[in-house]
């Protein structure tokens, strides 16, 4: 059920998001970052296979590849681009994931996917939990994501991780994305 919800719900996305959205962030995306306006990073999946998720670059391309708990506010505002920090302020530059969706690489909810060679630590933490994150596709959005503060370490992330797994149920992944969205038109 999970799966059929996330190919119809992807689908519906791709549709929306191709016909009224995605041209015009790529062509003002394409003038901000002065380079390439998508950016494919290599992220670890579910039985940690290696996938690229696909988003809209937020950053200068000359900026450094700097893993999430490691960058300070400050470095940030200097790496984004203005149209960039709109983009994921709005999470818009997340939208393009719903197409990894679609292929089977993600889900809507589950954990999010770790980066394949700056989230060591990350990588690290999941495997000291049972269940580990690795045993389910990582997510657009997660439980984490929803109640986890930022100012968490990546233990907590990954207990979090693991908590979704031991829970993880149609009921839950409706809530988690209820409160998704509520909290990105909070702009948080």
């Known amino acids: 059920m999970k799966r059929v919800f996330d190919i119809l719900f992807s689908l519906m996305m791709i549709l929306l998001c191709f016909a009224f959205l995605w041209w015009w962030v790529t062509i003002i995306n394409l003038f901000a970052t002065k380079g390439h306006p998508f950016f494919a990073p290599k992220r670890i999946g579910k039985h940690k296979k290696v996938f690229r998720m696909l988003k809209f670059r937020s950053m200068k391309i000359d900026a450094p590849v700097i893993p999430p ?3 300070t506010d400050e470095q940030m505002k ?3 681009t203005g149209f960039g920090r709109f983009l994921r302020k709005s999470s818009i530059d997340e939208t393009l994931q719903f ?3 679609f292929i089977g690489h993600m889900s809507i909810v589950g954990p999010r996917p770790g980066a394949e060679k700056d989230e060591e630590i990350l990588i690290q933490a999941r495997e000291s ?3 580990s994150a690795f045993e389910v596709k990582p997510g657009i959005t997660g439980y984490a994501q929803v ?3 930022r100012e968490h370490d990546v233990n907590t992330k990954a207990s979090f991780d693991s908590e979704y797994v031991k829970k993880m149920s149609v009921g839950l992944d409706f809530k988690i994305l209820i409160s998704t969205l509520l909290l990105t ?3 948080k």
Do not use: A, D, L
């Open 129 to 131: 939990f049972t269940p």
């Open 78 to 80: 200097t790496y984004e």
């Open 147 to 149: 109640y986890m503060k």
């Open 185 to 187: 038109f909070r702009g």
């Open 99 to 101: 197409i990894n969706v």
């Open 69 to 71: 708990y490691e960058i």
